[in-house]
C-alpha cells in the first residue's frame, strides 16, 4: 500500500513533447514579429531624413546627398542600428533617402529596401526586387 507520487517515463515524454510542439510555433512567429517591428525602424530614420532635407533647403536652396556633419548631421544607421542609410540624386530639384536592411534584419525579406522623396513618396523593395509598398509602409 505504500504508493510513490511523481512522474511516469510516459507523463514526461508526453509534456516535453507538448512543449517542443508550442516553441516550433512559437518562435518563428516571434522572429517574424520582431522583423516586423524593426521596419519601424527604417521609416523613423527616412522620416528624419525627410525633415532635415527640408531644413537644409530652406537654408541653402538645394538638396544634399550628405548625411554626416557636413551635410544634414545624422548618421548612415538607423537608430537601432538595423538599416544602412543614404541619399542618392539629391539636387535643387529633389532627393531620394534610403534605407537598406542589414545584419540580421535582412531576413526580413519582403521589406529589405525603403525610400523616401522630397515630395513625401514612399516606397518599399523586397531583396528580390519586387515592389511592396503596401505590404511595409503600415
Partial sequence: MNRNRGFTLIEMLITVTILIIL?????????????????????AALMRIAAAQEKFYLQNNTYTNTLGTDGLNIETTSANE???LTVRDADLAGFVAEATATGKQ??????AFFSIDQAGNRFAKSDTDADTTGLCWR
Fill in 82 to 84: 538595423h538599416f544602412n
Fill in 23 to 43: 516553441a516550433a510555433v512559437a518562435i518563428p512567429n516571434y522572429r517574424g514579429h520582431v522583423l516586423r517591428s524593426n521596419r519601424s525602424d527604417a521609416m
Fill in 106 to 111: 535582412t531576413a526580413d525579406e519582403k521589406c
